[in-house]
Nanobody, 122 residues
Framework: QVQLVESGGGLVQAGGSLRLSCAASGSIVSISHMGWYRQAPGNDRELVARIMSVGSTNYADAVKGRFTISRDNAKNTVYLQMNSLKPEDTAVYYC????????????????WGQGTQVTVSS
């Protein structure tokens, strides 16, 4: 199986920065895309940013110009650099990856990390 382990969340004042990391490990053949979602209390989980294996990216409108997603394919790791943080960015951030998994044969499956809390104080 495959595990996604996130790190880098915490408490920061508005205008500050945080960098999230997510490392994938396990029976990985390939990873097509990796991304970050977030979920605030009472809200649905929403896409923040996604990056494909070839490096193309897409962002939620709310974070464009402030957040940057990147990945290190050799390390199966994705990063989210968050600048100019706002109180409305407060949420649990989840890493997500679409993975080709080595089993009896190779199959595609979607995996999630356990989530990391980001809190932005005003």
């Amino acid at each position: 199986q495959v595990q996604l382990v996130e790190s880098g969340g915490g408490l920061v004042q508005a205008g500050g920065s945080l960098r999230l990391s997510c490392a994938a490990s396990g029976s990985i053949v390939s990873i097509s895309h990796m991304g970050w979602y977030r979920q605030a209390p009472g809200n649905d989980r929403e896409l923040v940013a996604r990056i494909m294996s070839v490096g193309s990216t897409n962002y939620a409108d709310a974070v464009k110009g402030r957040f940057t997603i990147s990945r290190d394919n050799a390390k199966n790791t994705v990063y989210l650099q968050m600048n100019s943080l706002k109180p409305e960015d407060t949420a649990v951030y989840y890493c997500e990856a679409n993975v080709g998994v080595r089993g009896v044969g190779t199959y595609l499956a979607r995996f999630w990390g356990q989530g990391t809390q980001v809190t932005v104080s005003s």
